[in-house]
């Protein structure tokens, strides 16, 4: 199994610009989610999917869209990027809801918004 | 707010020096607690995760957690660091809400082991 893929590894962009940061996972996981890191704040929740079909927000969603029409990819849309959305954002997946359920990581998007 | 804290930022160590980061949470039920490292340029690896029984959790690289319940406690210790173990760690909490497990980070704990 790969795990959680995403791409592109880097990206930078202008202000306004538009784009879409890929995460899919291979181990059929119905839950999937974003974060994003930033220095001396960890990692915030930014929209999670508990199923196709399904999204919700997290902890800080403006900016950002999702949508999850199969059960492998999530995308993460910015529709007008802005330099405070200058982050690594990673993707992140679980098998299940529970407590139990171990969420697994991919290696991050880097993203730059000039 | 609830939240999770970690009260040390940077922690510069010695190779063989012991290891203690503390991380406090604030949340009231139950909880799962975990501990993730990020090495260098590399992903979110985790280290080790506590649900439920001994409170004391053995991870993977000779780390181990203590949860000590009355104090929202989880940290994490390892008797002798390595240069290796130069990372980012971050605690983080995990709360079932609306039917799903949200994880809370800390704001991480950046360890520089010099050899």
């Known amino acids: 199994n790969a795990g959680v893929t995403q791409t592109p590894k880097f990206q930078v962009l202008k202000t306004g610009q538009s784009m879409t940061l890929q995460c899919a996972q291979d181990m059929n996981h119905e839950y999937m989610s974003w974060y994003r890191q930033d220095p001396g704040m960890g990692l915030r929740l930014i929209h999670y999917s508990v199923g196709a079909g399904i999204t919700d ?28 959305q200058t982050s690594v954002y990673f993707c992140a997946s679980s098998y299940g809801q529970g407590l139990h359920d171990e969420q697994f990581f991919g290696p991050g998007t880097r993203l730059t918004v000039l | 707010a609830q939240s999770v804290s970690q009260h040390n930022h940077h922690v510069i160590l010695s190779e063989a020096a012991s290891l203690e980061l503390g991380c406090n949470y604030s949340y009231g039920g139950t909880v799962n ?5 990020q090495y260098p340029g590399q992903h979110l690896q985790l280290l080790l995760k506590y649900f439920s029984g001994d409170p004391l959790v053995k991870g993977i690289k000779g780390f181990e957690a203590e949860f000590i ?47």
């Not at chain 1, 927000?57 to 059960?71: A, D």
């Not at chain 2, 971050?90 to 010099?114: E, H, P």
């Open chain 1, 57 to 84: 927000q997290g902890e800080v969603p403006n900016g950002y869209n999702v949508s999850r029409s199969t059960t492998e990819d999530f995308p993460l849309r910015l529709l007008s990027a802005a330099p405070s």
């Open chain 2, 33 to 37: 607690l975990f501990w993730y490292v």
């Open chain 2, 69 to 115: 319940k009355s104090k929202f406690s989880f940290n994490l210790r390892k008797p002798s660091v390595q240069w290796s173990d130069t990372a980012e760690y971050f605690c983080a909490v995990a709360r079932l809400n609306t039917g799903f497990q949200k994880l809370v980070f800390g704001t991480g704990t950046r360890l520089l082991v010099s050899p």
